[in-house]
């Protein structure tokens, strides 16, 4: 039994219906600040535990789970004495098979199985409701009128309990804990059988009588009944045991003998990381939601952790945010989720050869990627620099300032970074050496060439190859060494600017195109950076500036 789908209506982020289709094993959701990861992560744990943030909402209902613009829309129309239709939540959740919540009780009226929580008016205070709107000066959601529908496909009330499909819900960006750990009692009721919740509530009961008869107690109980009486009635200390599941509230974990919450916190995610992952076949399987677990965890704690979660994940589904791309290769790029505004697309039909490559280098930054509109590819850090430095000649500012990034990838990271973007139709300039090997180049990007050109990516390079004989380094006497590539950025740009414009630059007296090559050869980074900096006039050779027009102030094109 797993989640297939899940469908979202005016929580938070999401106004219109929003529906996501989730796989049964690795779902993983990237996706800019604000744009809805943690919204769907909190909405399913909602509608399979009815907590929010720690807090059992259908007692604290509040009007910022409801999406602001539809909130605003209301609260307009009742000033104007239109009033439309108080805002609903609603969450539904699709499973792929379970026969005791099947039935068409949902929006789209199909028969699936699922449920649906819902927040919404409460139609029996209509007369309380319709007098609160005769005076037009309501400021905020009348709350105070609203309950909780939590119902199967099939129409069936439900609990938490009767859910057979439970929430492990982590989160460590967030700080809502008790001192007892909500997070710790909640494993507790998903992973212990009911025969041993039983035995820790009678040993908790049996821990109250202990507490009561000890003779320290007695004679504090006693002096406060002397000192302290209200009303004719007296004051004691005991331990709590009002509730059915009292020791929920007031038992928390040790590690090492350390309290569960005194422990850091990328340590606390790693531990619940694995309990919520502890297999036992008597417990439901469930769904672990993991919020952005690279949180307050360092490079090796990370990766033991995406260790833990590959090696115990079978039978397991999982959800997880993240804005790392360590996180992102190592899971598999095919379990991508990237959501833009309203709308997410997916990686299911990358190769195998392309997941597996980023798994293995998981050092790869795919995420700026991903998150950028338009990217300019490059093969190092010189040509980086140089990259912005053209951007800002032509459009004033520098490409990040636009939204571009400039990205240094290295040999066949390029063609892997490409299947990306082809199948995302991402934006994407690749700025490349051709090497003195003009076919060669046209081989390895013949994908993106010619007659099978996409729109969304360009393939910029040089198609001349140059010689020492073509860039005027025919003095033997300062010869470059035989092997010496005369087809990179630095000749290029020696070719594209006069040598006087270069000695202006550096400083330096080079007056032959070998003193020059020699220099920007040996100190690559130090030229490019003296050449960001510099307010001399600068051309560039014209693949750089193809890959520049091709992403062309985007941010201003997009509007």
């Known amino acids: 039994m797993y989640i297939t789908k899940i469908r979202i209506k005016n929580f938070k982020r999401f106004s219109d219906w929003f529906e996501l289709e989730l796989t049964p094993n690795v779902n993983i959701i990237v996706g800019v600040n604000e744009i809805g990861k943690s919204t769907i992560i909190e909405a399913i744990n909602l509608a399979l535990t009815g907590f929010y943030q720690g807090k059992y909402v259908r007692n604290d209902i509040n009007q910022y789970l409801f999406n602001k613009v539809e909130v605003n829309k209301y609260l307009l129309s009742v000033k104007e004495g239109t009033p439309i239709e108080p805002p609903s939540i609603e969450i539904e959740i699709f499973f792929d ?26 139609e029996s205070y209509q007369t309380e409701y319709n007098s609160l709107l005769e005076f037009h000066e309501m400021t905020t959601l009348p709350i105070e009128y609203y309950h909780v529908v939590w119902r199967s496909f099939h129409r069936d009330d439900i609990t938490a309990r009767s859910i057979p499909y439970k929430s492990s819900f982590i989160d460590t960006s967030t700080q809502y804990q008790t001192a007892s750990d909500m997070y710790v009692s909640h494993i507790v009721r998903n992973k212990l059988d009911e025969k041993d919740k039983i035995n820790i509530t009678q040993s908790y009961r049996k821990a109250q009588q202990t507490f009561m008869s000890d003779d320290a107690i007695i004679g ?47 340590e606390q995610c790693i531990v619940k990381t694995k309990l919520a992952l502890i297999k036992k076949t008597s417990i439901p399987e469930g769904i672990v939601l993991l919020e ?21 994940i079978e039978g397991k589904q999982l959800l997880v ?20 505004e309203d709308s997410y697309c997916k990686l299911t039909d990358l190769s195998l050869d392309t997941t597996s490559y980023f798994e293995k280098l998981a050092g790869y930054d795919t995420l700026r990627l991903l998150l950028c509109k338009h990217t300019i590819m490059v093969e190092g850090d010189s040509d980086e620099l140089v990259i912005q430095r053209a951007y800002k ?33 991402l934006s994407v300039a690749v700025a490349t050496d051709n090497d003195g090997d003009v076919e060669a180049i046209k081989k390895k990007y013949k994908d993106y060439l010619g007659s099978n050109a996409v729109s969304n990516i360009k393939i910029c390079f040089d198609e001349s190859v140059d010689t020492k004989e073509s860039l005027g380094c025919i003095d033997e006497s300062e010869s470059l060494p035989d092997n010496f590539n005369y087809n990179t950025l630095e000749p290029k740009m020696l070719k594209a600017n006069s040598l006087e414009t270069f000695m202006r ?16 050869h040996s100190q690559k980074g130090e030229s490019a950076l003296a050449l960001l900096k510099t307010t001399e006039s600068i051309s560039y050779p014209q693949y750089i500036l193809d890959a520049i027009s091709h992403v062309g102030q985007p941010i201003s094109n997009d509007k």
């Open 321 to 340: 945010s993240t804005h790392s791309s360590f996180v992102l290769n190592k899971l598999g790029l095919s379990s991508l989720i990237l959501l833009s």
């Open 220 to 266: 504090i109980n006693s002096k406060l009944a002397d000192l302290a009486q209200i009303d004719g009635q007296d004051i004691s200390l005991s331990v709590d045991l009002s509730s059915k599941r009292a020791w929920e509230d007031s038992l928390t974990a040790y590690m090492n003998e350390i309290p569960f919450h005194f422990m850091g916190k990328g």
């Open 505 to 520: 630059v550096f400083g330096e007296e080079y007056n032959t195109p070998t003193k020059l090559l020699r220099h920007l």
């Open 292 to 312: 952005e677990p690279e949180n307050h965890l360092s490079f090796g704690k990370l990766n033991e952790l995406v260790y833990t979660i590959n090696n115990r």
């Open 97 to 122: 098979d379970c026969p005791s919540m099947k039935g068409n009780h949902n929006s789209q009226t199909v028969e699936a199985s699922g449920l649906y929580y819902k927040i919404c008016f409460d």
């Open 393 to 425: 000649d032509k459009y004033g500012k520098f490409p990040i300032e636009d939204g571009v990034d400039v990205l240094c990838v290295r040999g066949l990271a390029f063609l892997r970074f490409l299947e990306i973007a082809k199948r995302l139709n």
